[in-house]
């Protein structure tokens, strides 16, 4: 299920986005155990960008009450998430997060890659918030501990030109690795102090190679006249068959995550499940209107390709 999902949302978020940039540092090491280490601006639709854009397949540490029903729960285990529980949901949740690191431990253990947001919350904001102590507990044991691991930390920079509208621009920049070497344990608080403060440096680092590359493409963007129109001459038709669909949906979400970080992670979870759906209706709609079945399905399949001459207009 992970790979399928993985490849199929990698093609609907290119519909759903403006650019998405993918920026290295430093190289990925293709093997070995991997803890990346991200910024948080926009909920579940970032670890949904680092999944399906960085070549490496990794578990995912998620607050843990999202994980209350036992359908959803079943489903998002099937996805490699682990969950993560906070002082806010109860302390009668507390003790399953220590599972929850020991299943952590055991995934890096075994040479896996494990995604973790270190700021703890989202916000719909580029900046950087205080770090929270989970990321820098799973490093100390996996260098400190009884079972030391040959952990390398990749911190990860996400900016979003804006949030909540049609085809945003993400950037996704690694920065330089961390290793076991440059982190001296003289005990496990102050271990976790002075992580978090080489952890904040690499972000910062990160974020202004990732501002510097931004500025770099804004400056050097161009595009012919004649290509603009005829992309521009495609998108109506793309607003034309698309429109009820789309706008429909964002109304919906809009209400449903009024005062949340969700809108993203909601809109484009509702739009890749009933994409399929909304295809049909097309072909049917031109059927009704006269065509044949042949010219409803030539109409049906050019739909996306309508939509990302819309994203390349809109960018």
Known sequence: ?????????????????????????????????????????????????????????????????????????????????????RLSEGRSELHRTQGSFERSHDILLNGSS???????????????????????????????????????????????????????????????????????ANSEPSFLRKFNADLKEHFVATGEFADRHIEANRRNERSSLVGKVIVGAMTVFALLLHAPWYFALRTFTAKRTKGTVFFDSVLFGLLYITYPIWLMALVLITKLLGSSWFEGMVVALNAPLWVYALRKYRS
């Open 1 to 85: 299920m992970y790979l399928i999902l993985r490849k199929t949302v990698r093609m609907a978020l290119h519909l759903y986005c403006g650019r998405i940039r993918v920026l290295h540092v430093e190289a990925l090491p293709i093997t070995g155990p991997l803890l990346l280490a991200s910024n948080h601006p926009n909920s579940f639709f970032d670890a949904l960008i680092i999944a399906t854009h960085l070549d490496r397949r990794m578990y995912f540490l998620a607050r843990g009450d999202v994980f209350r029903k036992p359908r959803i729960a079943k489903l998002l285990y099937a996805m490699n998430l682990i969950p993560i529980h």
């Open 114 to 184: 494990m995604l973790i947001f270190s700021e703890g919350l989202s916000v719909n904001e580029n900046g950087l918030r205080s770090l929270g102590k989970g990321t820098a507990r799973i490093a100390y044991r996996a260098w400190h501990g009884n079972e030391p691991i040959p952990l390398a930390v990749v911190p990860i920079w996400l900016h979003y030109d804006t949030f909540h509208r049609p085809f945003m621009d993400v950037t996704l920049a690694t920065g330089a690795l961390m290793h076991a070497k440059n982190e001296v």
